[in-house]
Structures are given as structure tokens and as C-alpha cells.
């Protein structure tokens, strides 16, 4: 299980990282397939999916809940291009599933409810205060739930 979690961190933090270097804080990590050139996009969704499939195995066993989030966030990375009619749907509800079915997961199975009221409450600051933000704030939520994730398997795995 450790690999697992080394794996699924450092294919995320190494994304995030380079985009983040590349193009800046963007609206959205999804926006993130848009930026990078065309021969690239497949680098969105193997992202996604380096981070999710092992977070999948790892979680699946402790709750189902983290089953559907990574299933979730699996849409994401395939239903990538969130701007054509075909996969908007699944994007938006893929990453719905990601977000909220982790966070229910962390609350409830984990029981780390602490960790997901602040999520949930930071969700809202961010939302409420977007303007100042430059319209980021989907972005920060995103990451987020990602590092939630990260912490809770973290605490599992290696305490």
C-alpha cells in the first residue's frame, strides 16, 4: 500500500507542479487539458488516472465511498474535454462524485469529520471571496480534496 500512496502522490504533485510552472494557477485543474498542446491532453488524463486508480485500491477496501470518488475523478480524466457537449455531463458529475463522496468518506468511514467540515468550510470561504481570487477558486477546492485524500491515506498508510 505504501507504493501505492507514493505513487498516486507523486504523479499529482508532479502535475499540478508542472502546470502550475507552465501556465500559472488556473480556474480549474480540468482547464489544465485546454492549456497544454494538443499532442499532450492524454497527460491530463493520465494524471487523473495515476492519482485515482491507486487511491482506488487503497480505499476501496476501507469503504465504497472512496470507490465511487476515484471512480469519480477516473470520469474526469476520461471525459477530459469538459467544454464539448458529448462529455460535459460526465466531467461535471465525475468530479462532483470526486469531491463530495470523499469528503462524505473521510467524514464518515475515516472519521476524520474535522478534516472535512474544514474542507467543506473553505469550499465556501473560496467561493464566497472568488472575485478576489481571480475566479481560482475551483481550483484551490480541487486541490484541496485531492490533499484530504492524500492526508487521510497518509495517516492510514504510514500511522
Known amino acids: 500500500m505504501l507504493g501505492l500512496f507514493i505513487a498516486m502522490i507523486t504523479v499529482f504533485v508532479t502535475y499540478v507542479t508542472f502546470i502550475v ?19 499532450y491532453n492524454f497527460l491530463f488524463t493520465l494524471a487523473l488516472w495515476g492519482f485515482a486508480f491507486p487511491a482506488m485500491i487503497i480505499g476501496t477496501p476501507v469503504t465504497g465511498l472512496m470507490f465511487g470518488a476515484c471512480a469519480g475523478i477516473m470520469f474526469v480524466g476520461a471525459a477530459a474535454a469538459f467544454q464539448q457537449t458529448l462529455t460535459k455531463t460526465v466531467h461535471y458529475v465525475g468530479a462532483s462524485m ?17 478534516l472535512s467540515l474544514g ?17 481560482t477558486h475551483l481550483w484551490w477546492i480541487e486541490i484541496m480534496c485531492f490533499v484530504a485524500i492524500g492526508v487521510v491515506y497518509g495517516m492510514k498508510i504510514i500511522f
Request: glycine fraction near 6%; charge should be positive.
Open 21 to 39: 510552472a507552465k501556465y500559472g494557477i488556473l480556474p480549474s485543474i480540468s482547464e489544465s487539458y485546454y492549456r497544454l498542446p494538443e499532442k
Open 119 to 135: 474542507c467543506v468550510v473553505t469550499a465556501l470561504l473560496l467561493y464566497l471571496f472568488r472575485k478576489q481570487i481571480n475566479y
Open 98 to 114: 470526486g469531491m463530495i463522496l470523499s469528503q462524505v468518506a473521510i467524514a464518515t468511514t475515516f472519521g476524520m469529520w474535522y
